[in-house]
C-alpha cells in the first residue's frame, strides 16, 4: 500500500512505514494551486496509491520537518502570500479608500474654508456673515470683486481695509485650492456611485451614495455587512455613544451613520427611531441581496418606507 500526500513543496508518495519512495516537486505556485495533474500522474505510475489516511498525517509531518525542506517551504509561502495578497484587492478596498478620501477632503476643506473666511474678514467682513455654506462663499470670492459683492448686498460702505493686490491674490490663490479640493470631492462621488452601481447597486439605490459607501467603510466590507444583523447596521457610526451607554447608563443611541438618511430626516421626530429601525432591516435585506447577487428590490423597499414614515 502506497500513499499520496501534497504540500505547497511538492506531491510525496510514502509506504505504509512513511517513508518517502517518490516525490515530484513543485517549481512554482501555480504548479501547486494545479497540483491535480501531478496528482493524477503518480496515480498512473503506483496503481495501488492512496490518499493519506487523517491517522497518519502527524508521522508524515514529522518526515517533512527535515531542515533540507525548510528553504522550499519558505520559498513558496512567499509566493502564495503574494498571490493571496494580490486576489485580495476587491471592489470594496476601492469604495474604502475612495470614502475615507472624501472624509479626508471634507476635513481639509473645512479647515481651509474657515481660514479663507478669517483671511477674507480683513478685506470684507460682511460676506463672511451674509453666506453660510462654504461653496458658495469660496465661488462668491472668486467671481465677484468687493465693489460687486457690496452692490449685489445694497452696501455702500464695509469694515473691511483697503489691500493691495498683491494681499488680494494671496487669498484668492486659497480660494481656488478650496474649489479644488470641491471639485475633487465631486469626482470622487461620481466615481463611487458608478463602482457600486455595479458591486452593490441594492445598497447603493436605497442608501445613497455617500451613506452606503460609509455603512461599507465601518463594516469592512459588503460581505460583513451582509452577515451583521439589523440591528448592528442601525447603530454603524454611534459606537462612542452606545460604549457611553454601556458604561454609565446614559441614554443609549437610536441610530448611527443612518441619521443622515433623508428618510430619517423627514420623519417626525419620536418616529425617526423606529424609522431608523425599518431602515435597518431593508438595507440588511439589500446588503445580502448584493452579496449573494440576487435580484434587485431596493426600489421596492424604499416605496414601502416612503409610505409608512413620509405618507
Known amino acids: 500500500m502506497k500513499y499520496l500526500w501534497s504540500t505547497i513543496i511538492g506531491c510525496f508518495v510514502f509506504n505504509t512505514n512513511l517513508d518517502i519512495i517518490d516525490n515530484v516537486p513543485f517549481r512554482s505556485s501555480a504548479e501547486y494551486l494545479h497540483r491535480e495533474q501531478t496528482e493524477a500522474k503518480l496515480s498512473k505510475k503506483y496503481p495501488d496509491l492512496k490518499p493519506l489516511p487523517e491517522e497518519k498525517i502527524a508521522g508524515v509531518l514529522l518526515t517533512l520537518k527535515n531542515p ?173 455613544a452606545l460604549f457611553r451607554h454601556l458604561k454609565t447608563g446614559s441614554k443609549s443611541p437610536k441610530y448611527g451613520i443612518l441619521y443622515q438618511h433623508p428618510l430619517i430626516q423627514k420623519a417626525p421626530k419620536q418616529e425617526r427611531g423606529k424609522a431608523a429601525r425599518n431602515l435597518a432591516d431593508k438595507l440588511s435585506l439589500c446588503a445580502r441581496l448584493d452579496y449573494f447577487k440576487g435580484e434587485f428590490k431596493a426600489l421596492q423597499y424604499r416605496k414601502e418606507l416612503e409610505e409608512k414614515f413620509n405618507p
Open 68 to 240: 533540507s525542506y525548510f528553504r522550499a517551504f519558505h520559498t513558496q509561502n512567499l509566493e502564495l502570500t503574494k498571490i493571496a495578497i494580490k486576489n485580495s484587492v476587491t471592489e470594496d478596498g476601492f469604495i474604502l479608500q475612495t470614502i475615507a478620501n472624501i472624509t479626508e477632503i471634507d476635513k481639509v476643506s473645512n479647515t481651509l474654508s474657515k481660514r479663507l473666511r478669517e483671511w477674507y474678514a480683513l478685506y470684507y467682513p460682511e460676506l463672511a456673515e451674509s453666506v453660510v455654506q462654504q461653496e458658495k462663499f469660496v465661488e462668491l470670492t472668486l467671481t465677484k470683486s468687493k465693489e460687486e459683492l457690496m452692490r449685489d448686498a445694497k452696501r455702500t460702505e464695509t469694515m473691511g481695509a483697503d489691500m493691495a493686490k498683491v494681499h488680494r491674490d494671496e487669498i484668492l490663490l486659497l480660494a481656488r485650492q478650496i474649489k479644488g479640493l470641491f471639485e475633487l470631492r465631486r469626482m470622487h462621488e461620481q466615481y463611487l456611485q458608478k463602482v457600486m452601481q455595479e458591486y452593490c447597486p441594492n445598497l447603493l439605490e436605497l442608501a445613497g451614495t455617500t451613506i452606503g459607501a460609509k455603512l461599507l467603510e465601518l463594516s469592512r466590507g459588503l460581505k460583513h455587512l451582509a452577515l451583521l444583523p439589523a440591528s448592528t447596521i442601525q447603530l454603524l457610526g454611534a459606537e462612542k
